[in-house]
């Protein structure tokens, strides 16, 4: 069977471009494609395999979820050990404010749901976003957009949206007593990984609290240890009204939630009743899955490993060939100045064992945000195949 001419005919795909690497299998922070050729996964599927691929842990949970039951029903019929035990897992770890968790499938659901609490809770419309970020693929996120050659085509969007630009104070005024709430990715990942202003996400914080608007945190890319904390609010000094998890939530299943606080959250409770409700969100075998992977996280001691490994990436990677590293912890970008080289540079890393990506709107950097079980000597393996195919590269 031709799993690339399947791939390619029959199997939608939405890049003009799609790269075709096929794997077949991962463990830890390698991938390995069907002839044993081995990549060092600087990707960890954009931010989810924070434990590592197939951990043995995670593994097992599956497994011994999977064998008891699957799926059976979320809207509040049945008590289901795993998503009990992780909701109350993650509440124990997050402040008194973020005591609640509402279960769905991906970051895209969670951002919707989460913003669907803030209209109920505020009785208000506005939404407030940011220029370059991103929160996901459904209409409501998208509306969030700033990318013009990415909304454009899908008009029309949810009314009453305004943008702001991250890391403009001035621009905080744009949020009153009319805003229901304001969505911001607390680092910006997709723009390509741009940390926020000394004091930005405070001022955010205070003009949301003065204006009664609800503070959204999207962590799907910054939770799960990516930044040397659980979630980046705590590394920040910033409490959001609710914070959106995915990505690694699920230790590599799909699985994303919004969390808040029980007297928000009991808004979609009435009026209409049922005020968000999704068929497989907080599937059993993804909560028994990412509960694991959070056990690991937890104890491997990953989350306080962040800050060396990241310093490690920076220190070997200083005199590269490069024009500039930016981000926080483990989500990194390093800049190549061109769109042209870092076309060039990503097919070469792949030839030559690394898998790193594109950014959505960061166009000539590229991304190294590895699982957070990376090793000192991974790393420095992964930086001299970096630094060589740089020099193929050659500005
Ligand atoms: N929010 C952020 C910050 C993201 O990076 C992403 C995905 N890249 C999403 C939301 C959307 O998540 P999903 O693809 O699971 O819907």
């Excluded at 790269?19 to 954009?46: H, N, Q, T, W």
């Excluded at 895209?108 to 940011?130: C, D, H, V």
């Excluded at 997709?190 to 405070?202: D, H, K, N, V």
Aim: hydrophobic share 40%; proline share 4%.
């Amino acid at each position: 069977m031709n799993l690339r001419h399947l791939f390619l005919t029959c199997q939608a795909q939405t890049s003009p471009s799609p790269f075709c690497v096929e794997i077949s299998r991962a463990e830890g922070v390698y991938m390995y494609g069907p002839d044993g050729k081995r990549y060092i996964d600087l990707i960890a599927g954009v931010s989810v395999s924070n434990a590592g691929h197939c951990h043995p842990d995670v593994v097992k949970a599956v497994n011994e979820q999977v064998s008891k039951y699957m799926h059976l029903m979320v809207y509040g019929e049945f008590i289901q050990s795993p998503q009990a035990l992780y909701a109350g897992k993650l509440v124990s770890l997050l402040p008194e404010s973020l005591n609640n968790v509402y279960f769905v499938n991906s970051g895209s659901e969670a951002n919707e749901g989460a913003m669907k609490l803030a209209k109920r809770y505020t009785g208000r419309q506005e939404i407030i976003g940011f220029r370059n970020s991103y929160h996901g693929g459904t209409h409501g996120v998208l509306s969030l957009t700033s990318d013009e050659h990415y909304r454009n085509a899908f008009r029309p969007l949810l009314p009453d949206v305004r943008l702001s630009d991250f890391n403009d104070f001035d621009g905080l005024s744009l949020i009153s007593e009319r805003t229901a709430c304001v969505m911001v990715e607390p680092m910006q990942g997709e723009a390509g990984a741009i940390t926020p202003a000394e004091g930005f996400l405070q001022s955010l914080r205070e003009r949301c609290s003065r204006t009664g608007a609800l503070l959204i945190f999207d962590e799907a890319q910054t939770g799960f240890g990516r930044l040397g904390k659980l979630f980046a609010f705590e590394k920040y000094g910033v409490v959001p009204d609710i914070l959106t998890a995915a990505k690694s939530m699920g230790g590599g299943m799909p699985l994303g939630a919004f969390i808040s606080s029980k007297k928000i959250m009991d808004s979609l409770k009435t009026g209409p009743a049922l005020g968000h409700i999704t068929t497989f969100g907080g599937h059993p075998v993804s909560c028994a899955a990412g509960l694991a992977a959070l056990n690991v996280i937890l104890s491997e001691n990953l989350i306080s490993s962040v800050e060396n490994k990241a310093a490690l990436f920076r220190k070997l990677l200083q005199d590269a060939d490069i024009e500039e590293i930016r981000g926080d912890g483990l989500l990194i970008a390093v800049e190549l100045g061109s769109p042209e080289r870092l076309t060039k540079f990503i097919r070469l890393a792949y030839e030559n064992g690394i898998a790193t990506d594109w950014f959505l709107f960061s166009n000539s950097s590229f991304r190294i945000a590895p699982p957070l079980i990376i090793s000192s000597s991974q790393i420095e393996e992964a930086c001299e195949i970096l630094k060589k195919v740089l020099i193929m590269t050659g500005r």
